[in-house]
């Protein structure tokens, strides 16, 4: 089962093109993240099938070159945002495994979806684009992957992310919550966390390969 006939039947609705047809306004108008080819390249990065790990994040980084269509990673020319700083921080302590790159393709490619629940925002203007819609299709994204897999790890950093687990199967899947990796919550619950061998953990135990972080 691929994305194309999982999304088929909303993309098809008056839903999706009324939303589709104000992303095409904002992107005419505003500048606005990522670059429009690049809006479901999580989708594109990680087939249906292959799905292992599901990240979530709220909306794309804002800043200039920032936002790739993954949630958390950026593109290499910049920065590192201090909530990636942070997932970097603790996935050292966690596995002893120090990260280069701040693109997070090879996650994706490994069956680790990175999904924002607003795929777009304007730039410079954080959650901006939270109200044109985009949470209705990544909720159904969310629970199409509960109805339709097995044995899938959720992880839900901060309090936005964990209300979607109201979406989610638990007999049939792992949520693992946390504190947000923000610098306002980090020291709150995220770090100490080990949510890279516990996601592992848990995959092995479903003869799954685990993932190489």
Known sequence: ???????EPIKSSIYFKNLWEKVNQEYAESKVFPPKN???RALELTPFEEIKVVILGQDPYHNDDQANGLCFSVSEKVKAPPSLRNIFAELKTDMGTERTSKELDDWATQGVLLLNATLTVRAHSPNSHKDLGWEQFTDFIIKEISDKKENVVFLLWGAFAQKKSEL????????????HPSPFSAYRGFFGSRPFSRINEYL????????VW
């Open 1 to 7: 089962m691929t994305w194309e006939d999982i999304l």
């Open 38 to 40: 690049q809006i479901f």
């Open 204 to 211: 092995v135990s479903k003869s799954k390969i685990p993932v």
């Open 168 to 179: 989610i199967d638990t007999q049939k899947h792992c949520i693992i919550k946390a504190a």
